[in-house]
């Protein structure tokens, strides 16, 4: 078979496409895939686009003598050529001079060649493609669009030329056919949407049936109502219906805006009783002269803001319930800060809402009392610990009082003091049914330490009874629709969508998917798990992290107001994603499937790009029951089967959970095998003219060294990559994950991922020494390095990058042979590809000034601490500086004999580079640094403005310098230096765009 080598095995625009999916990472807009359904670990729309385009692609270099037939560009690459030949002609002649004068000038490279300048130019050309294809906002640019889709089809149109003669060319290379596309871990289906508006018929798979259903809404259900209008009686009504045109999945979106407003209001006729207004009364404004205006009105109520409690340790208070409060703030926006004070009267205490700050310290009595003592009794102030909690809450003690009310004002949001009439009425609610499921997982799901063993326990009996009439009122929604769709002429087959019906049951059953996705939105900003923002006065939802976490305050919104908890807000941010993101290209199918078990093939070898769970970071099962229990209660009339179980089958999740597996090495020898399995089967039924993409996010804090330089997570699915008969083409690191600028180093979040490009290894490839293969990773590391860092890799993913471009070495071996004659293991290529990766770092120092230099190696030993004037010196002169020039400098403080390094806090203000006569990569770090915590990326622009291309330096500082911290655990220093380079793309954008910036000069081509 004849195999061209695709773009992404070769080079990718890769700043462009980190810039835009950390930009969508730190704020998804509006209509985002990822706002559909809650999912963890979402590849970023602009990573996946990215990803199958140039994994389709061909790389120019495999196509230059059709470039040559192109008259236009074959003048441009000559004159091209002959500019770069004249370079490398000089290059080439001062290294000959050089040679015998003791001056050291490297030889340059190969002579270019035509084809070589033809390709480059080729590859600009696509880079611009993909640079217009990553923007979110060019979702349905159609022209931008059908220019990927048409590079798509002429890569494929030369690959079936190529194998015309192929002895299964049917099957595999039909000119007016393409692949098609799978993914089998597909999750909530990021990259199977992306692939189907690139053009592939897309199949999507995963073992979780919430997953199914996401991709199920994503890719499956628009293409079968593409251009339909809606079929609701108010559009009907509206003349638009007959003069507007409904393009993709905007009349199912607009159905689902109307029948959710529909089961809203019908809701609140059969429950909005328990969820009154509240009433301003002259007593309440007493205190509070801001409540003057509000007095004898009904204000409609945001959340209620509650606290749990448990029965004080203190003998003499045991008859009270006293608060667990992770804090007392309720608002602490700067100049609107309101906080709850407890006013204890007759051995009793209530809540009171105050305007400002807390005046005394006593505040902190009821809240947390740091790590080990848990909270201190409000009552007594003895310390309220842990175990006292869990037995209280494991003996059905533990209690929920009203600590404010959040209202909706005429200017904002007003906190008012808790009322008798409020807290009762939340506590008539009966619930007819809760979910009885039984919460899993111990270390993600620390609820049920405190006595909240299912998950009807993580809701009040309030929002048990809104949870189960939005669910009920489902069914009767799905009847009104079908009626709604007779009559606006589909026909009344009763065809099922699961068995592929397109008329009025399957659009009923349609519509009721979407709504019940909007449920699950509700359940996440409805159960006593949501929190409230201080900061913004808003809600938080439920699962924000990838556990489900206790909450000692909680907010219960309420279903009918207009903030993130209201039906109607959940409605439209599901519709916003139906009509922003779906229905982009043709076919779609979802199902349920194990990896171990899935028929790959669906008929046809796919193009495959896929994202493994990554070894214990996220129990998706225990999560997603979460959602389950409520779609189940919906759904299981539309999807039998999917919803059939009474959870989310957990045995197969390739996780490596060790309460499942016994053990670690159980949960390791489970994940090593199952991923092996798994990755088999996509190297035997992947389409062979394209290579395997495959993300991976890990960052393992348990490692078996003080070195941290072997990570089970890793080595494990690197190993079943390997074994499963894999070589490595191509390492990319994607930002792909959350901003991590806040997280802690030792964190095992990640702020990139890797993407590996995958090709069955060659049959011939070749046995090397130990010896070979580190010559071999000396040689090539360095400079794949500098590669990840012009790429703008976070620093705390630099090592865990490097893996990439080092496994590729290591992989596309047949083995490596250690001195004992024995095969040398992953985890042992991983340390000797850490080891270079350290030597590859410490050679860039050459590149920075003395004074810097001096600084690193100062910093390395004291950080910011004092030391000895003679060391100093004396380390001065082994890097040619003095302890002198370094105070001009404005680096160190020298002062009675001893020396330190400011801080950048510490840095004047007025600093201007343009007029520092002895500027150092050090300042600019840390004046960076300095400008970044004050006034943000915009400040940190003006101060890059000035610095112009002298910055670049800054950023190689800055990650040796993390590398440094991390390895002496200086965790917030380490944050910074880090936070830098995250924010670097922003910065420079923002410096490029300022008023009276210059002009972007045009990249230079060649
Ligand atoms: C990293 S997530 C995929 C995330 C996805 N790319 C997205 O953007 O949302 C990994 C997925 O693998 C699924 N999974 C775990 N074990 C599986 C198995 N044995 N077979 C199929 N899918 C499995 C999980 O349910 C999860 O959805």
């Known amino acids: 078979m004849k195999n061209r080598t695709k773009l992404i095995e070769v080079a990718l625009p890769l700043e462009a496409i980190n810039e835009e999916a950390s930009r969508r990472k730190r704020k998804a807009p509006g209509g985002y895939p990822t706002t559909l359904h809650k999912w963890w670990a979402q590849r970023p729309v602009a990573a996946a686009r990215a990803v199958i385009f140039a994994q389709m692609v061909d790389d120019p270099s495999t196509y230059t003598a059709e470039l040559r037939s192109d008259p236009k560009l074959l003048q441009r690459a000559k004159s091209a050529f002959r500019a770069r030949l004249k370079v490398w002609e000089e ?115 995963d073992l979780n049936p919430v997953a199914v259903l996401i991709n199920k809404a994503a890719i499956e259900i628009p293409p079968k109502f593409a251009g339909k209008p809606p079929v609701n009686p108010d559009a009907r009504k509206n003349k638009n219906l007959f003069t507007r045109q409904w393009k993709g999945a905007e009349g199912l979106a607009d159905d689902v805006r109307f029948y959710g407003q529909w089961m809203r209001d019908e809701a609140e006729k059969r429950i909005g009783r328990l969820y009154p207004q509240v009433a301003v009364s002259t007593e309440m404004a007493k205190s509070r002269p801001d409540l003057k205006p509000y007095v004898g009105r009904n204000l409609n109520v945001i959340a209620w803001l509650w606290v749990r409690t448990v029965k004080s340790p203190n003998p003499a208070f045991a008859q009270v319930g006293v608060p667990l409060a992770s804090t007392f703030m309720l608002s602490t926006k700067s100049g609107k800060e309101v906080h709850v004070e407890p006013v204890i009267e007759s051995g009793r205490y209530r809540f009171t809402v105050k305007i400002g700050k807390p005046m005394s310290s006593g505040m902190k009595a009821g809240t947390t009392a740091g790590k080990r003592a848990a909270f201190t009794c409000l009552m007594s102030g003895v310390p309220i610990s842990y175990s ?171 279903p009918f107001g207009s903030s993130s908890s209201g039906f109607s807000e959940c409605v439209y941010v599901v519709s ?95 994940f090593l095998d199952g991923m092996t399995k798994a990755m088999e089967r996509l190297a035997e039924h992947a389409h062979p003219a394209f290579p395997v993409t495959i993300y991976y996010a890990f960052k393992q804090s348990e490692s078996d060294d003080d070195e941290g330089t072997a990570s089970t997570g890793w080595d494990t699915f690197l190993e079943a990559v390997i074994k499963a008969g894999f070589g490595i083409s191509g390492t990319w690191p994607m930002r792909t994950e959350g901003d991590n600028r806040s997280v802690g180093i030792d964190s095992n979040a990640l702020a990139s991922s890797i993407v ?115 060391i100093a010196e004396q380390l001065s ?64 622009a003006v101060l890059l403005r000035k610095l112009g291309a002298k910055a670049e330096v800054s950023r190689e500082l800055c990650y040796r310098l993390y590398t440094l911290c991390e390895r002496k655990k200086r965790a917030t220093e380490a944050l910074a230096y880090n936070g830098l380079v995250q924010s670097w793309p922003e910065i420079v954008r923002l410096a490029r765009e300022a008023p009276g910036s210059a002009e972007p000069e045009q990249g230079e081509l060649l």
């Open 91 to 205: 290059a080439r002649l001062l290294s000959e001079k050089a040679k015998g004068s003791g001056l050291l000038v490297p030889e340059p490279g190969p002579s270019p060649t035509l084809e070589d300048v033809l390709a480059d130019l080729e590859r600009q050309r696509l880079f611009r493609i993909i640079e217009d294809l990553v923007l979110w906002d060019n979702t349905k640019n159609e022209q931008v669009l059908r220019a990927a889709r048409d590079e798509i089809w002429a890569s494929w149109r030369r690959a079936c030329a190529d194998n015309a003669d192929h002895p299964s060319a049917t099957a595999l290379f039909n000119r007016n056919k393409l692949p098609a596309f799978h993914d089998p871990f597909a999750g909530s289906g990021a990259l199977p949407l992306e692939a189907q508006r690139l053009g592939l018929e897309s199949y999507a798979s």
């Open 388 to 558: 006292h909690i869990r037995t209280e809450g494991a003996a059905g003690r533990m209690g929920m009082r009203l600590m404010a009310i959040v209202a909706e004002g005429e200017r904002g949001r007003i906190y008012l003091s808790p009322t008798a009439e409020h807290e009762n009425v939340a506590n008539e609610a009966k619930p007819q049914w809760a979910p009885d499921l039984r919460l899993e997982g111990k270390c993600r799901v620390n609820v049920s330490n405190y006595g909240m063993d299912t998950f009807g326990d993580l809701f009040t009996a309030r929002q048990l009874v809104t949870l189960t009439t939005f669910t009920d009122l489902l069914r009767e929604t799905c009847e009104r629709v079908k009626a709604d769709a007779l009559a606006c002429g589909f026909a009344d087959d009763g065809k099922p969508l699961r068995d592929g019906g397109t008329q009025a049951t399957a659009y009923a059953e349609a519509v009721s998917v979407y709504l019940s996705m909007s449920v699950s939105r509700l359940a996440d900003y409805g159960s006593a798990l949501a929190t409230w923002r201080s900061k913004d006065n808003a809600m938080r939802s439920s699962l924000p992290k990838q556990a489900i976490q206790m909450s000692w305050d909680f907010a219960e919104g309420s």
């Open 877 to 940: 002169k082994a890097k040619v500086t003095s302890v002198a020039g370094l105070v001009d400098a404005g680096i160190v403080e020298s002062k009675r004999g001893r020396v330190r390094l400011f801080r950048p806090e510490e840095l004047p203000v007025d600093w201007d580079p343009e007029t520092d006569p002895r500027l150092t990569a050090w300042e600019m770090v840390h004046h960076l640094i300095r400008v970044l915590a004050k006034d943000g990326e915009a400040g940190a």
């Open 576 to 670: 916003k994603a139906i009509d922003a993101a779906l229905c982009g290209g043709g076919i779609g199918t979802a199902e349920q499937a194990n990896v171990s078990d899935v028929s790959l093939a669906q008929g046809r070898p796919p193009v495959v790009s896929t994202d493994p769970p990554y070894y214990d970071n996220i129990s998706y099962a225990d999560l997603s029951d979460f959602f389950y229990v409520w779609l189940r209660r919906s759904l299981r009339p539309i999807y039998a089967d999917l919803f059939g179980t009474l959870a989310v089958p957990k045995v197969e999740e390739l996780v490596a959970t060790p309460y499942r597996h016994a053990s670690k090495t159980g949960a390791e020898a489970f």
């Open 756 to 870: 590996l490009v995958c090709r069955p290894r060659s049959a011939s490839a070749q046995a090397v020494t130990r010896r070979d293969f580190i010559t071999a990773l000396k040689a090539e590391l360095p400079q794949a390095l500098a590669h990840l860092q012009r790429g703008n890799i976070a620093p705390v993913d630099l090592a865990q990058a490097a893996i990439g471009p080092g496994m590729a070495i290591y992989s596309n071996y047949s083995s490596v042979i250690d001195a004992g004659g024995g095969k040398l293991s992953v985890r042992e290529a991983l340390a000797l590809i850490n080891e270079t990766l350290d030597e590859a770092l410490a050679e860039q120092e050459g590149d920075f000034d003395s004074d810097s230099r001096w600084a690193l190696t100062w910093f390395e030993q004291s950080g910011f601490d004092e030391g000895e004037y003679g």
